[in-house]
Nanobody, 131 residues
Framework: QAQLVESGGGLVQLGGSLRLSCVAS????????MAWYRQAPGKSVREREA???????????FCSDSVKGRFTISRDNAKNTIYLEMSSLKPEDAARYYC?????????????????????WGRGTQVTVSS
């Protein structure tokens, strides 16, 4: 059974850093493009914000200008894992963070704007930023 499990969230001070991990099981990440999303408190699933995506070939793209220069997405296919390095955390970064796997199809689709086409989602990991 395909599964994504996020970890690494927690309580961090304003300006601090965290590294989120997302481990895949039941399928190989090498067959999928991946992305991170977040859902802020009080927001619906439809309002889930795309953060960054990374292709099977490790070409990354930011979906949100608000995280540029502070967040980095990466993947380790050998470990079937993707990461989200977060630094200079702000109160508005507090959210539940989700990873998702999207099929590598032709023509390709933009995981930033078309998350409904993704195949698998994790249950998320909570990030809280304290001031």
């Amino acid at each position: 059974q395909a599964q994504l499990v996020e970890s690494g969230g927690g309580l961090v001070q304003l300006g601090g850093s965290l590294r989120l991990s997302c481990v895949a099981s039941g399928f190989s990440l090498t067959d999928y493009n991946m992305a991170w999303y977040r859902q802020a408190p009080g927001k619906s699933v439809r309002e889930r914000e795309a953060i960054a995506s990374i292709t099977r070939e490790s070409i990354s793209k930011f979906c949100s200008d608000s995280v540029k220069g502070r967040f980095t997405i990466s993947r380790d296919n050998a470990k079937n894992t993707i990461y989200l390095e977060m630094s200079s955390l702000k109160p508005e970064d507090a959210a539940r963070y989700y990873c998702s796997a999207g099929p590598s199809i032709t023509p390709p689709y933009d995981m930033c704007t078309q998350p409904l086409l993704n195949d698998f989602w994790g249950r998320g990991t909570q990030v809280t930023v304290s001031s």
